[in-house]
């Protein structure tokens, strides 16, 4: 038999390519099989217990009018802190619409990216439904607050954990008050 440097050369690729898929492929992970059970366990309680019957889906229409209540052009509110060590709130004074969490952004700090052909594009957060990309926590906070000292309005930064609602809070709740 005469040698043929091309049968040759795909016998060796192909061994290579061999060699590597079976290197990558080797014995389970731990993680992997604690996610193997997990998802079989799962999968078992899904079946046995099923889906809740939900038919109103009240929380979602309250979520909808908490969406568009913040919307509203003008909307006066009254914002506190609470006071840990006497048990009661602050008022930091009257404000113009709800706080925004400091870290919300106006546009997406991401991008889609091809990660590559076998692993395809990456997931992208999703705005919420008033277009901004809220952060999944944040102890800090822009707040527009109105001046006690006059008509106009400014931005307020703030990292305490705020309270603020559409009325002014009840009077044995306030510090000033007790």
Not at 134 to 139: G, H, L, N, Q, V
């Amino acid at each position: 038999m005469k040698f043929n440097p091309v049968f040759a050369s795909l016998v060796v690729l192909a061994c290579v390519v061999l060699g590597i898929i079976g290197c990558e492929m080797g014995p389970p992970t731990s993680d992997q099989i604690q996610s193997a059970q997990q998802e079989r366990i799962l999968a078992e309680g899904t079946s046995a217990v099923g889906m809740p019957a939900v038919k109103n889906f009240r929380e979602r229409k309250i979520m909808k009018d908490i969406i568009e209540l913040r919307d509203q052009e003008g909307l006066v509110t009254y914002t506190y802190v609470f006071n840990e060590f006497k048990g009661c709130l602050i008022l930091l004074g009257s404000t113009v619409g709800y706080p925004i969490p400091y870290s919300t952004q106006f546009t997406n700090p991401q991008k889609i990216e091809r990660a590559s052909t076998n692993v395809g594009y990456a997931i992208l957060p999703q705005a919420d439904p008033n277009g901004l990309f809220s952060p999944p926590s944040t102890e800090a906070t822009w707040t527009m607050m109105k001046n006690p000292k006059g008509d106009n309005t400014g931005v307020v930064y703030s990292e305490p954990k705020l309270i603020t609602m559409p009325f002014e809070a009840a009077e044995e709740s306030v510090c000033n008050n007790r």
